[in-house]
Antibody, heavy 120, light 110 residues
């Protein structure tokens, strides 16, 4: 069974940095693209960043472009999100999701998320 | 990258049908047959219910169906059941490994 487990969340000051990780198991990691999606407390889902199977074609939401960097290590079956210059509005539960493809791309397996709080 | 537009809430009685709309633009919903729908119960991870506008993953009941017309996609749930009460989000692929979500719709089963 495909499984994703996020880690690395925590409390950080505005302007600080944090690196999130997502460990994948139960599927061939390098056969899929991956994505990060966040959910602020009491709010809806917001797509943050995506990356294809070999680390290319990274995409970012305008709200994080230039501050966040997505990467992956296929040898370690892991996805990462480096978050710099963090803002209060980045406070959220961060989910990683597997990107599947049929006719188009969609997110089919989700982790439970890791919590990030940006506060002074 | 503006969020897709969904109604804040919908409701229905057990056994009835409800439809949740998701309106975008030619850059997202109207431009790609790549709308997916997610169900999220409180405190849980989102669950894929529909992808590529109309396709259901294995294990998702046939009561859930999707459609699209122009810039608006829809999720219809027929034969409502108590366990369908949840938040529902639409999502559209927007090219080059980017996506946009809707604001979410809270479904109440009366």
């Amino acid at each position: 069974e495909a499984q994703l487990v996020e880690s690395g969340g925590g409390v950080v000051r505005p302007g600080g940095s944090l690196r999130l990780s997502c460990a994948a198991s139960g599927f061939t990691f390098d056969g899929y693209g991956m994505s990060w999606v966040r959910q602020a407390p009491g709010k809806g889902l917001e797509w943050v960043s995506g990356i294809n199977w070999n680390g290319g074609s990274p995409g970012y939401a305008d709200s994080v472009k230039g501050r966040f960097t997505i990467s992956r290590d296929n040898a370690k079956n892991s996805l990462y999100l480096q978050m710099n210059s963090l803002r209060v509005e980045d406070t959220a539960l961060y989910h990683c999701a597997r990107v599947a493809f049929d006719a188009y791309y969609y997110m089919d397996v989700w982790g439970k998320g890791t919590s990030v709080t940006v506060s002074s | 990258q503006s969020a897709l537009t969904q109604p804040r809430s919908v409701s229905g009685s057990p056994g009835q049908s409800v439809t949740i709309s998701c309106t975008g633009t030619s850059s997202d919903v109207g431009g790609y047959n790549s709308v997916s729908w997610y169900q999220q119960h409180p405190g849980k991870a989102p669950k894929l219910m529909i992808y590529d506008v109309t396709k259901r993953p294995s294990g998702v009941p046939a009561r859930f169906s999707g459609s699209k017309s122009g810039h608006t996609a829809s999720l219809t749930i027929s034969g409502l059941q108590a366990e369908d009460e949840a938040d529902y989000y639409c999502c559209s692929y927007t090219g080059t490994y980017t996506w946009v979500f809707g604001g979410g719709t809270k479904l109440t089963v009366l």
